[in-house]
């Protein structure tokens, strides 16, 4: 295992060891596997010294203090120079550049004051024998722009390194106490550290996934949030488009770094000074808690041409704070004692010590400030609080910031909102209950919503299962209770939480199947609704927004109900108003209460009948019937009607209307041009005949509503469909009677040649003849009582000797 991870450790980081003009400066780039001599740099800024390690850039003005240290087992004599640059095109001068030896009284210790307009600062170890400084000096003021990039090459390849190195240790951590969390683990290192994985690694088995993340030196590439558009540029990119890259602010500034497997040419920096008598090695300054050792990728060379180390400090500049972003911003988290803030968007906290002195910085509710201390913890993703949080103090919601410093500078991160479940319970609504039968919504409030990992069930039966549940708020929670195979009794929640407390209880009876209200129906205005649902006899009364509903007439529409309910009293003036949203209260039998919300619809059109007129339709040679009362309308016959818009409601013909009898069983829509036509603006004429639009076996009471845009208006009572039979002829003669003769006289329920139906003759049931007989003096009328409707009558003229005379 550790020697995989050295591999990767130096492999993907490679620069190139293509450093020399020697023949092996063509070979495979090597590792940074070879350890160098310790180099201890510290920085002070205003008074206050760090080591550089923990500072992301210098400032002019800062004194930096370096010291070579020599093992004391070793002999080896070493060279110390260090150097300041100004700029890719500015030659910086002879006095920027000190040097130092080992082996004297100051131990080869260098202490510099960053001078004004300084840049870069690079650093050169070189051994004694044979070295020449005054060459080193002269050929970075010759080629200025060269180290320039060079040490910006060279900080990345320590803050990638730093990543990695990251990554691995936690990922060592991680298969050493639990092998099969690797993939888990690696979803939150990845993401906290800015590094994409090739997910085949994670394919293998569990054993195995470490050591393929090991090995395998292109399943990684590093990548940061700020350019992830120059990281998908740069996927297969060439290495010189890499270098021009890099060399950017947005490549060299630890903000980006390209395909870790992608070898950096270094060589076309170098090798324009490379000579007989040196040669030039690149040196990775650890990042970590170490001895300060340089990280080599080649092996020091004592003879001709001598090894000069080239290391980089950090950049000269201002600070730039760490672009911290929450993982969900929308999202409060739970102030229980384990609380992890959860953050990406700079790796860099996780892999270095740039950042430090962290804390959560949150507002006690008396005013006072409260800083909570904090640690980035990569693998789990964010920031983890290192001390009791003193929740007593703080309001049920609080917010917090987190705050620290970036290298010497203070940096403030994102807000972030926490719940407070100190001394929180939750409760149920009051007279809140649960039906057996079906899935149950009930809603919890009063507890810390944020906080809750888990919610069981357990019912009268004893059985226990978990409850799915969703976060509405900061203190309300709505869970869904399968109770379809449930029993009645009490069903008891149980709500789990992060903040250690015990489990909370809440609980509800569930009863027997009572009504289920699925909808309420109120338009603007008027003093009726409509409840749909089953069961809706155990109805008692509903309240919406202040207006009291009694139960009306109840109907059964398909597998379910739907009820009139009837206004008590009249409308309050602040009725709501079409558009606004209602909660109507349900009141049920057995003390039981529902609500429903509702959506009050726009004003209904009001339409009145006027006029109606029915046109018979008479069979060839037939006899005319006259049908009585005058609402009674014969199935055959042209109806037409006339209605007016009330409340000064227009009619624009854009409407349609719809005819049906009572009880539903047939229906129909007349739209203008096809039978609905304007008298004017607010009054209507609609003809059609019921026999076509309606049905054969349409009867009954009919009525129709006009439908526009803002809804339909109330049912209005039409007329009375009957079907009569279709008589041919009427003969009456003084010695036989009157025979009537036609087709579907089994409509005929009694037929009398008075209109009291006096010594009638009843027409039995599943009459198929076509002719009744009705004995005695032929009478001047013959009188029809129709099946269809008691009391309908239809009056036809009797004849003699042929048949009856049209009236």
Known sequence: MMTAIARILGGVLAISSVLASSPAASAKSAPFDLLGPSLHVAVTHDGMTLPVQWVPNLSEGDRITIRLDRDADQDTRYRLIAGFLRGVTERPPKEWFHDAKSWKDDKGELSLIVPKGARQMVVFVMPEDGGDVNAVIDIVRKQPGT????????????????????????????????????????????????????TTCLQQPVDLQAACLADNREAMLLSDSHTSQLASTLVGAPTDLALQLSATRQGGYGQYSAYIGVVRDVLRLFGAFQSSQLQYIPALMPMGDSDGKMLLNAPLSFGKPTSVMV??????????????????????????????VPVEGAPLVYATHYAHNLALRMKAEDGSPVDIPIAADARAGGFKVQSALPLDRFAPMVTGQLVGEWGFAPFTGPNVALANPAGRNWTAGENEALVIGRDNEVTLRGGAAHCVTSVGMRTASGGIQPVKWTTHGADSLSLTLPLENGAAGDVVLMIGNKAGEAVQRVTLPALEEAARIDSISLHAGDDHAFLTGTRLDQVRKVTVAGMRFEPGQLTRVGKGDRMILNRVGDAPEDAPAAGQRVTAEVSLTAERRMQVAAIIAPPRPRVSLINLSATNAQAEQGAALALSPPEMVPQNARLTFAFRAQGGDALTGDESVEIATMDGSATTRIEAGKGYDLQDAHTAILSFNPLDSLGAVARG?????????????????????????????????????????????????????????????????GFTADRIELPGPPPEAIFLKLRDDPNAVARIASGKGGPAPAK
């Open 701 to 765: 009471p009919l009525h129709f509503r006009l439908i526009g845009k803002d809804g339909a208006s109330d049912w209005v009572p039409l007329a009375t469909l009957v079907r009569v039979p279709e008589v041919s002829s009427v003969t009456c003669t003084e010695k036989q009677g009157c025979v009537l003769s036609g087709k579907r006289l089994f409509l005929i329920a009694q037929i009398a040649g008075n209109a009291a139906f006096e010594n009638a003759v009843s027409v039995p049931d």
């Open 147 to 198: 180290f320039v990039r060079a040490t910006q090459e060279l900080n990345q390849a320590s803050l990638d390194r730093a990543r990695l190195d990251a990554f691995l240790r936690e990922l060592r951590a991680v298969e050493k106490r639990n092998p099969a969390g690797i993939a888990s683990a690696s979803k939150a290192l990845t993401r906290s550290l800015s590094i994409r994985l090739d």
């Open 311 to 340: 290391a980089a400090m950090p950049a000269i500049e201002a600070p730039t704070p760490p672009p911290l972003r929450l993982v969900e911003p929308e999202k409060a988290l739970c102030a229980a004692p384990d609380l992890i």
